[in-house]
């Protein structure tokens, strides 16, 4: 029997639009806090763990800021994945350009 190999992205947080819009943070945060209290609280109930409520409340917040910290995070390696540029007449360069710049910049999912 094979698993099914599921993979969840964020596409709620587009880190470009908060800096271009800052009043998306009205919507950006507490629409992200429903998506994470949400995955918190099926995946508790999915691993049929009792007091599910009080468990998410325990461990919302932390999941909500460490959330956000990998969003930037994340976004940080793709700005710099821009920023560093190389020759790309050098081995290293093209390696770069291929692996780096194309697959995190361009491509990042």
């Not at 508790?44 to 995070?73: C, E, Q, R, S």
Request: proline share 4%; hydrophobic share 55%; glycine share 2%.
């Amino acid at each position: 029997m094979t698993k099914k190999h599921i993979t969840l992205y964020n596409l709620i947080f587009p880190i470009w639009l908060l800096w271009v819009i800052p009043t998306t943070w009205i919507v950006v945060l507490p629409v992200n806090f429903l998506i994470d209290i949400t995955v918190v609280m099926l995946t508790l109930k999915y691993l049929k763990v009792t007091h599910i409520w009080k468990k998410t409340k325990a461990v919302i917040v932390k999941t909500w800021i460490y959330g956000f910290a990998a969003d930037f995070i994340g976004t940080v390696f793709m700005l710099l994945s821009n920023l560093i540029d190389f020759d790309t007449n050098t081995q290293f360069g093209r390696w770069w350009y291929e692996n780096i710049l194309n697959a995190v910049a361009y491509a990042p999912l």
